[in-house]
Each structure stands twice: as structure tokens, then as C-alpha cells.
């Protein structure tokens, strides 16, 4: 007996509304994960599985204590017997006769660091017929009229830049160590700091461009700009809404080019518009004008894919250990070329066109197994057609051993801005912001070049300034 239209109708309505009860389902358990569920609860990372199994070795040990051995002893103290503890309790004779240098034991310390105030006494002549009188120089300045030294202006930055420490509790700080010093003074000094240096970040914007090889990322960073009228600003439920600016980052081996902008589409290009190369990003569209045909090659990331299942399992898609399970082993492929040593040579990628293709096409197999069956609006649905939307893109990496499986660096690249985020909350302006992504973007390309961002402004907000314009690249950081 067949059915009538009208109960073919109700039986598809019926089916569509189970889906979407379903998929409801799965958002109030993921809300009520989010509100209730621990706090600290996050997506295991796939590297740290891997470390996690490695035991401790001895070249691990020997490698700690070389590590201490980096740092100059400053201090040497004597411990010296007192004649008592000197007399041998057989001959009862003084022991005086010296085994070597002693024992030696070491103690790290920490020494408090001092605001020095220097006093610049320039001599100032005149010659017998008083018509001639001269002055020495002033010394160099990282700015004009600044009272700061280029040393406690780089400290600050790095402070806020590297480590995310608002400059209001960095005021406390210096407080307790004998110096007032009011945040608008310092926030003065960031930002006359941001423009002196921009020539620099300028530079390094130019290089990225050249890189073959680039990841980027974005995140939000909110902007309080009190010279946009209140008309203009979002309204909900009558409070006003700071505007949402974006920190962006472009990664490359040698250069961390950070910029403040909208999420549009404009700040990738006026990046990388024009360049050829591979782009390893997430799906987001904003990356589409870049990677066009005649632009770069876009190379997609496995760890967003990953997540995606995670999130599913997370709600109780129990198949989705499927395709989790298959990523680690592509990841484990990774894992073995970086304990080799191989990382980015033939021997990569052959290891990746040996055991990560195979894999590539077992996900590949799963994924279209499985995409019917699964309703498209569930959390494994959509993970399925995030993986498959961006097929060719996470296959990009079986090509070049070059490029990376994730766009990992880059978010990690981000992690400070996102912790600084959540210290200060916003920027103050556009221009607030664009400073803050100049400074980032040395301090930041410096941590990338193993040269300490502190001493490397120290010395750069002087030399800038007597360096001629076509020798500046002279002044980046790996340089």
C-alpha cells in the first residue's frame, strides 16, 4: 500500500523536524558546556599527546642544566670552616690542606630591578674674548623632549606587548620599586615609541609580501573611540557597543607583521595583494582576494577541521572519533619528522606522500561515506562540510614539505593580543591601535629571531634616528 502525497509530505516535515530538533539539541548541550562545564576545558592539542608520551631522557636533564650554566655568575661567595669543624676527631689535627675549588652549589636568584636617574652635565665654555661660548651635544634621545631613557621605554613595551601587562598595573609596579610615574606619561612614551619604530614595521610589511610562504589569522579587538558620535555607534538594549576592530597577523619564518583594521577583506590585500606564494589559512572569506588564481595558493588547516570533529564528539557524536582518530596519525607523521630532524626536506615529504596521503584519502573516503547520512545543520554535519568545502586546500601540504599541516603558529602568534584583550579590553582609537600592532610586530619578530625584544629597542630607538632611510633594513631584527 503506498502512501498518499499528503503523508509523503508529513513524513519529509516530520523527518526535517527531528533534524532540527536534533541540531538544537546539540547547541543547548554545547551552551550548557560553555556556561556550566569547566571552565579551563579545551580541545587537547595533538602535539601535546605526542610530548605528553615521551619520558623524560638524560640529554633532557644535561640540556637543563646547560640551560642554567646560560646565566653569568655575578656573585661568588665563600663558605669558609671554622677551626672546630677543622680538627680531625682521629689525629686531632687541623685539616688545611685544600681538595680542589670545593663544592660548588648555585642559587638562582632574583635582584629587583632600579630606576636610575641620570644626570647629564654638559660642559659649556667661552672663549678669553667672551664673544664664543659653546655647549656639548645633548645626549640622544629616543624622542624629542622625553624625560624617559630608552631603556625604561622598552622595558614598557615589551611589558605590554610581550607579556600583556596593562600599563595601569605596570604603574603599580613601578610604584613599589620607588617611581611614580602616571599612566598617561607611559601611554605618551607607547605611542611616541610606535611612531619613531613604524619606518621599521613598515620595512617588514614590504618583506612578508616576498615570503613564499605566509600564514595569517585574525581576532577581535575592540576599539573605545570617544570622537565617534553616539548616533553612530550600535545600540543594544541602550548601552552603547564599542566598535570591533580586528588584529591581524602575517607569519612568516623571519617576520610577525601585525595590523589593527576592520575584518574585511582590504587588510589581506593590502598585504599580500599582488604576491604569489602559499597562503596557509583557516576557511574564513576575508582570504578569498588573495587567493585568487592569478594571487597566491591557499593552503587550508587541519587543526580547524580537527576541532570541528572535537566540537561533535564534545556533544555526543560518538562516530566523529573516527576522523579525530585519522588526524592523529597524519599528525603523528609530523611528530616523527620533527624527532628525525627531517622537518621541511625531501625526507618529509616523502615521509608525508608515503603514510599522510594514504591517510588524506581514508578521511577523504570517510567524509563522503558519511556526509548523506549525517544531518547537515548537527555539529558533525557541519564539520563534514567544513572538511569538504576545503578539500583541495588541506591537501596543498602533500605537495611541499614547506608548508605546514595548521595554521597553529599563527594563532599562537595571536594568543598575546588575545590575552592583552582580556587585561585592557580595548583599544582607544584607530591609531591606538595601529601603534599597538607596530610594536607587536618588532617585539614579536624579535621573539622570532631568538634576539631579546628589550635590549633590541634599547638599542634601535637611538640608532634609529641617525640612520639613513635606504640603510634602515640594516635595523630589523634578524639582521
Known sequence: MGYTPLELQLMKENAELRAEIAALREE??????????????????????FRASKKPSADDESAAVRKLEVIEVRHEVAATLPEDQRRCPHCHQLAEKPLGEGKVSTVQDYVPVRFVLYRHVRQTVVCPCGKHIVTAPVPVKPFEKSQYGAGFIAHMVV??????????RLASMFRRQGADISVSSMNDQ???????????AELIEQEIAKEE???????????????????????????KKSPRGYSWVFLSDRYALYKYSSRSGDTPVQVLGGSSGTLVVDAYSGYNEVTQPDGRQRAGCLAHVRRKFFEARLVGALIADQPIGIIREIYRVEHEAREKDVQRTEAHLQMRQARAAPLMAQLHAWLQGNEDMIPPQSALGKAIAYALNQWDELNVFLT???IPVDNNASERALRKVA???????????PESGENYATLMTLVSTCELNGVNPEEYLRDVLLRIHTTPPDQLANLLPHN
Open 213 to 239: 610562504i605566509v600564514q595569517a589569522d585574525e581576532t577581535p579587538l575592540k576599539m573605545k573611540d570617544p570622537h565617534t558620535p553616539a548616533s553612530e555607534k550600535a545600540q543594544t538594549d541602550g548601552k
Open 190 to 200: 607607547f605611542h611616541q615609541a610606535a611612531q619613531t619604530i613604524a619606518p621599521l
Open 28 to 49: 543547548l548541550a554545547q551552551l550548557k558546556r560553555m556556561l556550566f562545564g569547566k571552565k579551563s576545558e579545551k580541545i587537547p592539542s595533538v602535539s601535546k599527546e
Open 419 to 429: 590575552l592583552g584583550r582580556k587585561n585592557w579590553l580595548f583599544v582607544g582609537n
Open 400 to 402: 611541499d614539505a614547506r
Open 159 to 168: 611589558e605590554k606587548c610581550a607579556d600583556a601587562i596593562p600599563l595601569n
